[in-house]
């Protein structure tokens, strides 16, 4: 089965900055990368995704790059702010399939 | 319009008791899909229905736990003889149909705690 790895495990950045996080996936057949936010007490949020007939996607701070030769994928936010804060979540998807194979989370910590 | 609704957002039980799920989807939806959420960790999947079968319930744990949709939107996931290691957020999604490229929106959560 899909295996997705996910890093960093937490990361800090000052608010204006920029966040990177990274994923690697192990299955060759996926073809659809999804990001999700996750505030406390909620249900995962579909914030941007990729599938693999394209290189890059951006909408407005966020974009994701996508490299299927490597097996990553990462997303990247610009001018960070307070409100970015929270869990985000990098998943990946068989082409065949429908379930969502999820990375472990990274906790962004955005500071005043 | 309204998004995946799950109740009840919290439920505490006893190791050995029996425990319910609600899951209402999006309106429309024909697929409806359970994963499991342990503190930390990102969610595993659980099962799959289109319409009222459970296309694929290969994510189950055990014999303990069973979902059903039989009028192919509300979905319930049962629990019987629960264990402290059930203790999770379960979380249901569903999407427009069930192919490769349809978008999954997640409900808030149902937070099983047992003791």
């Known amino acids: 089965g899909e295996n997705v790895e996910q890093h960093p495990s937490t990361l800090s950045v000052q608010e204006g900055d920029s966040a990177v996080i990274k994923c690697t996936y192990s299955?060759?057949?996926?073809?659809?990368f999804p990001w999700y936010k996750q505030e406390l007490g909620k249900g995962p949020q579909l914030i941007i995704d990729?599938?693999?007939?394209?290189g890059e996607k951006k909408d407005q701070r966020i974009a994701v790059t996508l490299n299927k030769t490597a097996k990553h994928f990462s997303l990247h936010i610009t001018e960070t702010q307070p409100e970015d804060s929270a869990v985000y979540f990098c998943?990946?998807?068989?082409?065949?399939?429908?379930?969502?194979?999820f990375g472990a989370g990274t906790t962004v910590t955005v500071r005043a | 319009g309204a998004g995946v609704s799950q109740t009840p957002s919290n439920k505490v039980t006893e190791k050995g008791k029996y425990v319910e799920l609600r899951c209402d989807p999006i309106?429309?939806?024909?697929?409806l899909y359970w994963y499991r959420q342990s503190l930390g960790q990102g969610p595993e999947f659980l099962i799959y229905?289109?319409?009222?079968?459970?296309?694929?319930d290969s994510g189950l744990p055990n014999d303990r736990f069973f979902a059903v949709r039989p009028e192919g939107s509300v979905s319930t996931l049962k629990i019987q003889r629960t264990e402290r290691g059930d203790s999770a957020v379960y979380l249901c999604?569903?999407?427009f149909g069930g192919g490769a490229h349809n978008e999954q929106f997640f409900g808030p959560g149902t937070r099983l705690t047992v003791l």
């Open positions: 309106s429309g939806h024909t697929a």
């Open positions: 229905f289109q319409g009222t079968g459970a296309a694929d």
């Open positions: 998943a990946a998807r068989n082409r065949n399939d429908y379930k969502l194979s």
């Open positions: 990729i599938r693999s007939n394209v």
């Open positions: 999604a569903s999407s």
């Open positions: 299955d060759s057949a996926s073809n659809y």
